[in-house]
Nanobody, 115 residues
Framework: QAQLVESGGGLVQPGGSLRLSCAAS????????MGWYRQVPGKQRELVAS???????NYAASVKGRFTISRDNAENTVYLQMNSLKPEDTAVYYC?????????WGQGTQVTVSS
């Protein structure tokens, strides 16, 4: 069974919104900073948002003001609310710890922003 399962991606027009969810298993969440990453073919995976166990948030400059990361520690779930989406946001989105533990990478969820 996958330890991290991303969902919520899809096709959306520029300016639209999506809400991604990441359900964790085991004790991955506890006391850990979690992050959302994205990757486009031919480019390095990048961290776009992170949130500590206490709720402190950080965002990449490219998404600041548009994306909101949140977490539900009781449910071991992290969310990414994406608003005002741009074509440049098109990528496969992954969740992981902020350190990007190799064996945690899952299938991700595809976000496509296109008119």
């Amino acid at each position: 069974q996958a330890q991290l399962v991303e969902s919520g991606g899809g096709l959306v027009q520029p300016g639209g919104s999506l809400r991604l969810s990441c359900a964790a298993s085991g004790s991955i969440f506890s006391g850990r900073t979690m992050g959302w990453y994205r990757q486009v073919p031919g480019k390095q995976r990048e961290l776009v948002a992170s949130i500590t166990s206490g709720g402190r948030k950080n965002y990449a400059a490219s998404v600041k003001g548009r994306f909101t990361i949140s977490r539900d520690n009781a449910e071991n779930t992290v969310y990414l609310q994406m608003n005002s989406l741009k074509p440049e946001d098109t990528a496969v989105y992954y969740c992981n710890t902020a350190t990007g533990v190799s064996q945690y990478w899952g299938q991700g969820t595809q976000v496509t922003v296109s008119s």
